[in-house]
């Protein structure tokens, strides 16, 4: 069997991919540094939870920013500043990974543009969910509400291809009712907030955007419509 030695040892990646991920990696990176003591001294322990505080998404301050019509730019910034930082090193693995296969298998569809404006329109959808329910306090934190995004526009493509085949549609959103019977047992067992709401916000952001953004998208949309 023949073996191409050059070949690389990984499947690359779309660059939009590394362009999402690498903020992310770095972030975690420099704070694990800081905690374990090896950059910023005595203060860097507490460099988690300073970036925590200082880009978290908080539901109450966006609604007071509201009632008040005042929008500093540095909360402002915290609708799309919360998936930089996470509550752990786990937390932030597991984001990093689903963005890593998901967005390779979205990135090698849809455009640069497209994937970004999928990760950021799901971004701003789990903090627009989290703001809209006044019961939710909690901050918001971490990219899984952005990787949900993804999750939704690889559940687009499968939709699309199970139509274009002739296959049952319905079948395109087994991995999203998997991830979010996981999530409820989760949450039943361990009492986790409310953290599905802005993940299944995010989910059908990224469905919905991928009518718009995917390769031919707007054009399909248009031709339904003309069918109607």
Do not use: C
């Not at 979205?106 to 019961?135: D, H, I, K, M, S």
């Not at 899984?144 to 291809?161: C, E, K, M, Q």
């Not at 991995?175 to 995010?202: N, P, R, T």
Request: glycine fraction near 10%; avoid cysteine.
């Amino acid at each position: 069997m023949y073996t191409d030695r050059n070949a690389a040892p990984l499947n690359p990646l779309p660059a939009v991919v590394w362009l999402l991920a690498l903020p992310i990696i770095a972030v975690e990176v420099v704070v694990n540094l800081a905690a374990a003591g090896l950059i910023g001294g005595a203060q860097g322990i507490g460099w988690r939870a300073d970036a925590v505080q200082r880009w978290a998404f908080a539901p109450d301050l966006m609604r007071e920013m509201i009632a008040t019509g005042t929008y500093p730019p540095e909360h402002l910034m915290r609708l799309v500043s919360y998936p930089l930082i996470h509550l752990s090193f786990t937390h932030a693995a597991f984001v990093v990974v689903f963005l890593l296969a998901l967005g390779k298998m979205v990135g090698e569809v849809f455009r640069l543009w497209a994937v970004l404006a999928v990760f950021f329109g799901a971004t701003l959808a789990g903090a627009a969910a989290y703001t809209a329910l006044p019961f939710i306090t909690a901050p918001l934190i971490g990219g899984y509400p952005s990787v949900y995004g993804l999750i939704g526009a690889f559940t687009f493509l499968l939709w699309t291809n199970l139509a274009n085949t002739g296959d049952n549609q319905y079948r395109a959103f087994s991995l999203i009712g998997i991830l979010m019977a996981i999530q409820l047992l989760f949450g039943l067992i361990f009492g986790s907030g409310w953290e599905w709401v802005a993940e299944l916000s995010g989910f059908a952001a990224g469905f919905l955007l991928s009518f718009l953004v995917s390769p031919g998208g707007w054009a399909r949309v248009r031709a339904k419509i003309r069918e109607r």
